[in-house]
């Protein structure tokens, strides 16, 4: 592995390695080390054990590694072996709050990829990171219906960014309609242990005050890196009331 390699790794910004989500920018409140042995072999060290990283939504992941340190021609101690990994196997279920958390921030990527589109931002690359801590694709297939669009589905990531910025030209983009404000109703949510699935009613706020509503059904699961993702998109125009 090179410096590059290891940059891609942590903030995924040289585009070097596309499976790259940046470990260190997945927004760490807290890391804390649990070493079970170091070894000292003079200039140089092993240490094994476990560190815990705090999610916004306070939560721990636990994580195993194992670290070579050495000291170099100047006497600082470096790291020259980085091996992490998650503990086997991952189970890890899935609250409400996640649930709740993860909806929020879905609809605030919404009304920020909007706010970047109307003040001349770089707003399709607000989305594609959007999209990439939002959903699965990384490691999971994604179910994806889209909704005021002449599109019947998106089949990979690459869709589901054209459905939201036009990046295609054939539909406006349905995040760049100058949403003022997103929120969800879940009408309910079933949990199955690591996934889970909701359905609700959505409200769009226009840059006019007008609340849209839309309908969802989300599907939810955990990634390797013990992460909430979606899997499931549906959403669809409210039908008019009769």
Same mark, same amino acid.
């Given at each position: 592995s090179?410096?590059?390699d290891a940059?891609?790794?942590?903030v995924a910004t040289?585009?070097?390695?596309a ?5 260190? @920018?997945k927004?760490?409140?807290?890391v ?7 070894n000292l072999f003079? +200039?140089?060290?092993?240490a ?8 916004p ?7 195993e ?6 000291? +170099?021609a100047e006497?600082?101690v470096?790291?020259?072996l980085?091996?992490?990994?998650v503990?086997?196997?991952?189970s890890? @279920?899935i #609250?409400?709050?996640q649930?709740l958390?993860?909806q929020?921030a879905?609809?605030d990527?919404m009304?920020d ?5 109307a ?6 690359e607000?989305a ?20 005021l #669009? ?11 960014l054209?459905?939201?910025?036009a990046?295609?030209g054939? +539909?406006?983009?349905?995040?760049v309609?100058?949403?003022k404000?997103?929120?969800?109703e879940n009408t309910g949510?079933?949990f ?7 359905m609700?009613?959505c409200?769009f ?5 007008k609340e849209?509503?839309m309908e969802?059904t989300?599907?939810y699961?955990?990634?390797p890196e013990?992460?909430l993702? @979606?899997n499931?998109?549906? @959403?669809?125009?409210?039908s008019?009331s009769?």
């Amino acid at each position: 592995s090179t410096f590059e390699d290891a940059l891609s790794y942590f903030v995924a910004t040289n585009g070097l390695h596309a499976e790259d989500t940046g470990f260190a @920018i997945k927004g760490w409140k807290a890391v804390r080390w649990e070493n079970t042995g170091i070894n000292l072999f003079g +200039d140089t060290a092993l240490a094994m054990g476990n560190y815990f990283f705090t999610t916004p939504e306070g939560e721990e992941v636990k994580v195993e590694y194992t670290f070579g340190y050495m000291l +170099d021609a100047e006497g600082e101690v470096r790291i020259n072996l980085h091996h992490s990994s998650v503990p086997y196997p991952v189970s890890k @279920i899935i #609250t409400k709050r996640q649930i709740l958390a993860a909806q929020k921030a879905w609809g605030d990527a919404m009304v920020d990829i909007s706010s970047l589109h109307a003040s001349g931002g770089d707003y399709r690359e607000a989305a594609s990171n959007h999209l990439t801590k939002l959903y699965g694709y990384c490691s999971n297939a994604v179910l994806f219906k889209p909704a005021l #669009t002449t599109t019947d589905f998106c089949f990979t990531f690459e869709d589901a960014l054209s459905h939201f910025v036009a990046t295609d030209g054939k +539909d406006p983009g349905f995040a760049v309609r100058g949403w003022k404000e997103v929120r969800c109703e879940n009408t309910g949510v079933n949990f199955h242990g690591s996934t889970a699935t909701a359905m609700g009613n959505c409200f769009f706020t226009t840059p006019e005050g007008k609340e849209v509503r839309m309908e969802y059904t989300f599907g939810y699961f955990v990634n390797p890196e013990g992460e909430l993702r @979606i899997n499931l998109h549906h @959403i669809s125009a409210a039908s008019a009331s009769a």
